[in-house]
C-alpha cells in the first residue's frame, strides 16, 4: 500500500512569512495526525483529526497555525505568520483508528529565518 | 500532566552487546504502548506495540519490550545489538483522558560501533 505522502520536503523561508504543507495519508486511515518535531526532541501533536473532525488541538498556537482536512482525506497545516522558533520538522501520520499504531511521512523541514 | 520519560538519550554500545532502552509514563489509567524507530534518513515506523495480554512483547529485528504495570514502565531490550540498529528510538504511550492522544517521549539514539 502507499504510505503517508507529504509536501514539499523542505522548505525555507524569513520570519513573518507564511507557509503550507500538504499531507495525504494511507486510504481508509480516518485518523490524521500533525506533529512538530524539534531537534533533539519527541514528536509533539499539533492537531489530531478523526475523519474531517478535530479530536485535539490543545497544543496548536492557534494565533498563528491552522490545519483543515476537507472531505476527510487530504489535510494541509498553515503558519502565518512564522517565527524563528518554528524552525522543525513537521511530521504527518495517520491511522486507521486513533488507537492503532501511526504511519508516518517522510516529514517537512521547515527553517525560518 | 501525563508525560514519558526516556533515559539513557545517548548510548555507545560494541556490536553484540546487549540494549535495553528505559521508558516510563506518568498515567495511572489504560494504556496501549508503542515504540517507534526512526533509521538514518527514514520515516519513523512501528517496532512493537503492547494492547494487552502477554506482557512481554517481539517485534521486528530481534527487539522486544515488557510492560511492568506497576512501575508504569515500557523497556525496550535487544540481546545482541548490530551496527545497523544505530538509530533513534521512540516510546509513546496512548492515553485516554475523556480525549485520546498519544504522546511521545524525547527520544534515545544508541550508536552502535562496529
Known amino acids: 500500500e502507499a504510505g503517508v505522502a507529504q509536501s514539499p520536503r523542505y522548505k525555507i523561508i524569513e520570519k513573518r512569512q507564511s507557509v503550507a504543507f500538504w499531507c495525504n495519508p494511507i486510504?481508509?486511515?480516518?485518523?490524521l495526525y500533525w506533529y512538530q518535531q524539534i531537534l533533539g526532541q519527541g514528536p509533539k501533536l499539533l492537531i489530531q483529526?478523526?475523519?474531517?473532525?478535530?479530536?485535539?488541538d490543545s497544543q496548536l498556537p492557534k494565533d498563528r497555525f491552522s490545519a483543515e482536512r476537507l472531505k476527510g482525506v487530504d489535510s494541509t497545516l498553515k503558519i502565518q505568520p512564522a517565527k524563528l522558533e518554528d524552525s522543525a520538522v513537521y511530521l504527518c501520520?495517520?491511522?486507521?483508528?486513533?488507537?492503532?499504531?501511526?504511519?508516518f511521512g517522510p516529514g517537512t523541514r521547515l527553517t525560518v529565518l | 500532566a501525563q508525560s514519558v520519560s526516556q533515559h539513557n538519550h545517548h548510548v555507545i554500545l560494541s556490536e553484540a552487546a546487549s540494549l535495553e532502552l528505559g521508558c516510563n509514563y506518568s498515567?495511572?489509567?489504560?494504556?496501549?504502548l508503542f515504540w517507534y524507530v526512526q533509521y538514518p534518513g527514514q520515516h519513523l515506523q512501528l517496532l512493537l506495540k503492547?494492547?494487552?495480554?502477554?506482557?512481554l512483547v517481539k517485534g521486528i529485528k530481534g527487539f522486544e519490550a515488557e510492560f511492568i504495570k506497576s512501575k508504569f514502565s515500557f523497556n525496550l531490550r535487544k540481546p545482541s545489538v548490530q551496527w545497523s540498529d544505530t538509530a533513534e528510538y521512540f516510546c509513546?504511550?496512548?492515553?485516554?483522558?475523556?480525549?485520546?492522544?498519544?504522546?511521545f517521549g524525547a527520544g534515545t539514539r544508541p550508536f552502535v560501533k562496529a
Open positions: 501520520a495517520s491511522s486507521y483508528r486513533s488507537y492503532n499504531e501511526q504511519f
Open positions: 486510504s481508509g486511515h480516518a485518523t
Open positions: 483529526f478523526q475523519n474531517n473532525g478535530v479530536v485535539d
Open positions: 498515567y495511572g489509567g489504560t494504556v496501549n
Open positions: 503492547y494492547f494487552s495480554g502477554d506482557p
Open positions: 509513546a504511550v496512548y492515553i485516554n483522558t475523556g480525549g485520546f492522544k498519544t504522546i
